[in-house]
């Protein structure tokens, strides 16, 4: 067993697994755990110590990305070489080991472009058996459009893990199959249209991407601030809205998740002011901390919530396709004024295979594997964030989902940070248009994506940002 004789020092402020993780370290850097030595289970550890088996879960998480262990199948943890071994994250005090090189103005080394995503776990060879087999049993159904709703089996499979994953109550039926989140909010903007509302709520900040939609499609929008548990209900009252649109389990950008408390508070403004919730759950697939809350659709007896997602944050963004869940009122004006002769946009060879991938149990495999996978990274980003940056940088929203806001406390505005760290070879990016005036936005802050890169290049591009800022 680990000596951990005067580990825990709750009053330093330091998490638990953060202080078993250094300890751990520090006893294979001095060589008390030898190569090759397994570590005690979770379950062991976690009751030997009397803490819980999340925080040396997260502990182990953290020693697993930074390569100080492996994991063998079916077997356990075991301290690497450190002889042999490169570590895929180092931290300050060994970084001069690192060769990076310095590119020139023009060449982007490391892109933290939020919306990439892991192409090296998907699973392509199952989804290529499994596009084969829709082609040979579906040949003739793939020569005609389809139904311009969705697949009926597709919708089925959504539906079902809608209603396991996120509590979502609804039919098939109400199930709408699109190209992209951003298509759908177009031919909702025209539901809300003909049902006589010309304007809308929407947090600010924001998603840029649905409030250019809606602005496209005559609507006006009411920018409502946040407050610390996210929308400002008391500032939705006061607007003339009957419609908001929201991000409540991952509030896009800042990240923060609203308590079922105002969740409630929210389905009540929706009952009293009869007006209209569109829930967009992006990327409730990735949550680190917590537990998840029920979505607002699920809480809803009223039938007033719209729900939205995507399968692009998951799968693969190129396969554009999400879905919309309707309530029965704006179902039955779909229907009245003739979107169902609206054809479907998404290719029905895809929607078949999509199909028979949820069917088989390969979705909710894939998204298991990729909520590891995104944890790791986004431990790998935080934790060297931390080490490097120190109290020059305060991240924010770093429990959910595939990307941080990170403000710089070294005097630069936006532009100047991305402009230095472009002459370091990293691309980030602005978080200025996610405001309705990009006056009112955080000046020092930009938003860094890590789904695309690779543990190895997260440090590298986390060091190329502190050379660029703070050298």
Known sequence: MIDMTVLFNENDGESLYSQLYQHIKKEILNG????????????????HLHISRNTVDLAYQQL?????VQSRPRSGLYVND???????????????????????????????????????????????????????????????????????????????????????????????????????L?????LLGANNNDSIAMEDPGYDGARTIFQHNGLKIHPIPLDDDGLNLHKLYDSTSRIVYITPSHQFPYGMVMPLAKRMQLLKWAKDENGIIIEDDYDSEFRYVGKPIPSLQ????????????????????????????????????????????????????????????????????????????YRQKQTTLVSNIQTMFGSKATIIGQDAGLHILLRVHNGMDENTLIQTAESEGTRVYPVSQFWAQRTAAESSMVQIGFGGLNNEDIVKGVLCLQRAWFS
């Open 32 to 47: 008390k755990l030898a190569a090759k030595t397994r570590l005690p289970s979770i379950r062991s550890l976690s009751s």
């Open 298 to 373: 699920g809480l809803d007896t009223s039938r007033r919530t719209v729900y939205l997602g995507t399968f692009s944050k998951c799968l693969l963004p190129s396969l554009r396709i999400a879905y919309m869940v309707l309530p029965p009122a704006l179902l039955d004006i779909h229907s009245k004024i003739g979107y169902q002769l609206y054809d479907q946009t998404v290719s029905r060879f895809h929607q078949k295979t999509l199909e028979m991938f949820m069917r088989n149990g390969h979705w909710e495999a894939h998204i298991r594997k990729m909520r590891n996978v």
């Open 186 to 190: 177009g031919v909702l903007s025209g």
């Open 82 to 184: 450190l002889e042999l071994e490169t570590l895929p994250l180092l931290h300050l005090n060994n970084m001069t080991s690192l060769n990076i090189d310095v590119p020139n103005s023009t060449s982007i080394h490391y892109d933290f472009r939020y919306g990439d995503i892991d192409a090296d776990h998907f699973p392509f060879a199952t989804w290529r058996k499994l596009s084969n087999q829709s082609l040979h049993q579906n040949q003739l159904e793939l020569c005609s459009y389809g139904d311009p709703l969705g697949e009926p089996g597709l919708r089925l499979e959504i539906a079902n893990y809608l209603h396991s994953s996120r509590g979502v109550n609804c039919s098939p039926d109400q199930i709408m199959v699109g190209a992209g989140i951003q298509y759908l």
């Open 64 to 68: 697993l990305a930074e390569g100080y």
